[in-house]
């Protein structure tokens, strides 16, 4: 059967194109930099959002219409399988990752939950030996169902600690069985409403116990996947302890963790956090935790996650900037944790959606890389920090002077001259790449 009778196999037929439903700019076979498109952006479809969002907001019922809305349970998972094998292959996308409820509903009970898992993961399983999909990561839902209300690992009652520890048992055993490159941790109810009622370092030691646990079980069975925690300021808790990159780091290294763990970030997580997102992205680069990232946007005008496609080539581009210094993403790959809009509710819209993302990402990782071989900012950079690499400022970075050498050396200087930062010159500067890009591409 399928599931999407009016869509064919989606093609890159360049910038050119009037074709709705093929790539303008991302060609998967394009050498970029020494990798392929295809290679560089690993690019992974959310099962979440792609197949079981309904569109229904605090506002309103579902709108999606979808060929699978008349069926239910586990007639409905096992469709949507089907749907999504369907989907990957039309797309030609090289991953996809999902929550285990997205996959499979959950059961009255925990060993019902655990039965439902292994019929989906089992016909996945066989989808996937003829498939060049691959899964990027799994996680656990540990967030949704009424028994996470005040928190899965960090939540007051021990039951519930319990339970999130089994979910999550579960979750890796899958990851291996599947073959998973990553596994994710995201905080979902991980934080609090008020402190009158939080015992937060009990919270945070809990939250540590959790992810060592993890860690040793995951080398119990043999699972050699990445583990990667998706840091959010807020949402649904109103303070969340994986609030950003910086705030995850200092949690990690208190813990001993940071040799286990890495980032996934999102980009509208970054902004509710006040981050751009290539700030979060260069922090976790500089520290040597860059894992992987959820393609999206938000809308700068709304205060929430919006979960959008990404469409903004200049977020795109510095996105790449980073990736690309940060020598690709390893295990990791970009994943559209994006959802169409309410309104966008036929079928057909997923690829519009998918397609969009793919070349905003496309034209982002060819400038970025431009820039970079022309190294434009690198040398402003340099020249910028030049004070740095002689005299008094080569003793400070190579740790040969003190506050009393320091005083000498202040007490010796005239007037201090200063250089301009030009940030609006190198904004333009970035623009006409952009442009230029965009020029190249339709001649």
């Known amino acids: 059967m399928s599931y999407f009778k009016n869509v064919g196999n989606i ?3 360049g910038p050119s194109s009037s074709n709705p439903l093929s790539f303008k700019h991302y060609n998967p076979d394009e050498v970029i930099g020494g990798k392929t498109m295809e290679e560089t952006l690993r690019f992974a479809v959310a099962y979440w959002h792609t197949f079981t969002a309904d569109g229904s907001d605090p506002f309103g019922v579902g709108t999606m219409q979808r060929p699978w809305d008349h069926l239910s349970g586990m007639y409905q998972a096992n469709a949507r399988v089907e749907a999504a094998f369907e989907f990957f292959e039309k797309l030609n996308v090289p991953y996809f990752c999902f929550h285990d409820v997205d996959i499979a509903p959950e059961g009255r009970t925990l060993a019902e939950t655990y039965k439902n898992l292994d019929e989906i993961v089992a016909r ?3 989808y996937m030996k003829t498939s060049k999909t691959k899964l990027l990561w799994n996680t656990a839902n540990n967030f949704t169902n009424p028994r996470w209300l005040h928190g899965a690992a960090t939540a007051p009652n021990a039951d519930v600690f319990a339970y999130a520890a089994a979910k999550v048992k579960k979750g890796l055993e899958i990851g291996k069985e599947l073959g998973a490159e990553n596994y994710v941790f995201w905080g979902g109810r991980e934080g609090y ?8 370092k009990l919270e945070l030691d809990n939250l540590g116990r959790f992810f060592h646990m993890a860690v040793d079980y995951a080398k119990e069975i043999g699972f050699t ?3 990667l925690i998706e840091p959010k300021p807020k949402e649904p808790t109103k303070h969340q302890y994986d609030f950003d990159v910086a705030t995850g780091l200092a949690f990690l290294q208190k813990y001993d963790l940071a040799d286990h763990f890495k980032f996934n970030i999102e980009a509208n997580h970054a902004t509710l956090a006040g981050h751009t997102f290539e700030h979060e992205l260069r922090t976790a680069r500089i520290n040597g935790m860059l894992g992987s990232v959820d393609a999206n946007q938000g809308d700068m005008l709304l205060g929430w996650d919006t979960d959008e496609f990404p469409t903004d080539l200049y977020s795109t581009t510095l996105a790449m900037y980073e990736i690309l210094l940060n020598d690709g993403l390893a295990s990791g790959g970009l994943n559209f944790d994006a959802k169409v809009r ?3 509710f036929e079928p057909e819209d997923l690829f519009h959606a998918h397609i969009a993302g793919m070349d905003a990402f496309a034209v982002g990782l060819k400038v970025a890389n431009r820039l970079l071989e022309d190294h434009v900012l690198e040398d402003f ?3 910028r920090y030049e004070s740095y690499t002689s005299g008094i400022g ?3 970075v190579q740790g040969k002077t003190d ?3 320091l005083e000498q050396h202040a007490l010796s200087l005239g007037d201090i001259k200063n250089k301009s930062g030009r940030q609006e010159r190198l904004k333009a500067i970035v623009n006409q790449y952009l442009l230029e890009a965009q020029v190249a591409s339709v001649r």
Do not use: C, V, W
């Open 11 to 13: 093609q890159y037929e």
């Open 124 to 126: 996945i399983k066989e």
């Open 193 to 200: 409403e008020t402190l009158l009622n939080t015992d937060m």
């Open 225 to 227: 996947g990445q583990f």
């Open 342 to 344: 309410r309104g966008s």
């Open 381 to 383: 950079i340099a020249d």
């Open 394 to 396: 080569l003793d400070i």
């Open 403 to 405: 506050f009393h050498k």
